[in-house]
């Protein structure tokens, strides 16, 4: 089935720094979903991108998705403590609603 | 407000005991979908179903059934628990026919089998 590559696989940023997690294919993708998880908590969506070179901003983040409809990535400007926890992409595949999940990017913020 | 509940938050369970995850949502979606979660591999979908008593195989169906009689209930069966099966459950649903189609996840229930 589809695969889709996310890197890093962990990150541990000073509060205040940048974090940018990317996500992969070696295949077109139909869209592109972002979803955040606390620790100890569950998966929220936080957005969805469909179109080629689209960009979208939640206050401090930026969300891309490539030209070629291959890759995305997730942006966080100045992050705080609030950052904290695992990020992932997901893509839509075989049925509408089904959806395919990168492995997830953990981001840990200190002070 | 939109919600997803699981039967529980943890679980202890013996090898070779049958287990239920149970998961429910009150938003009459159509499609429900069970995933485990391990560290460095993600979400992985086990079954999902579409409508009442249908049902397709995800990435890693092995060791698992699944069970839906009602629209709003969506049950994982481990025939014979195994100690690989340790894991989180996560249960999600969806509705059909959005552009706009947001997953909606269960709280998980981590399941320790020894």
């Known amino acids: 089935g589809q695969q889709v590559m996310q890197i890093p696989q962990y990150q541990h940023v000073q509060e205040g720094e940048d974090f940018t997690t990317y996500c992969n294919s070696s295949?077109?993708?139909?869209?592109i979903q972002w979803y955040k998880q606390r620790p100890g908590g569950h998966p929220v969506f936080l957005i969805q991108l469909v179109k080629s070179g689209e960009v979208k901003k939640q206050k401090r983040l930026t969300f891309q998705f490539g030209e070629a409809k291959k890759n995305s990535s997730l942006h966080i400007t100045a992050t705080q403590t609030t950052d904290v926890g695992t990020y992932f992409c997901a893509t839509n595949t075989g049925t509408a609603s089904k959806l395919t999940f990168g492995t997830g990017t953990r981001l840990q913020v200190t002070l | 407000d939109v919600k997803v509940t699981q039967s529980s938050r943890y679980l202890v369970k013996r090898t070779g005991e049958k287990v239920f995850l149970e998961c429910v949502q009150d938003?009459?979606?159509?499609?429900m979908f069970w995933y485990r979660q391990d560290p460095g591999l993600g979400l992985r979908l086990i079954y999902f179903?579409?409508?009442?008593?249908?049902?397709e195989k995800g990435d890693i169906p092995e060791g698992y059934s699944v069970s839906r009689e009602k629209k709003e209930r969506f049950s994982l069966i481990l025939e014979s628990a195994s100690t690989n099966q340790t894991s989180m459950y996560l249960c999600?649903?969806?509705?059909?026919?959005?552009?706009?189609?947001?997953?909606?996840f269960g709280p998980g229930t981590r399941l320790t089998v020894l």
């Open positions: 999600a649903s969806i509705a059909s026919g959005r552009s706009y189609n947001e997953q909606f």
């Open positions: 938003m009459d979606h159509e499609n």
């Open positions: 179903s579409y409508d009442v008593k249908m049902k």
């Open positions: 295949t077109t993708l139909s869209n």
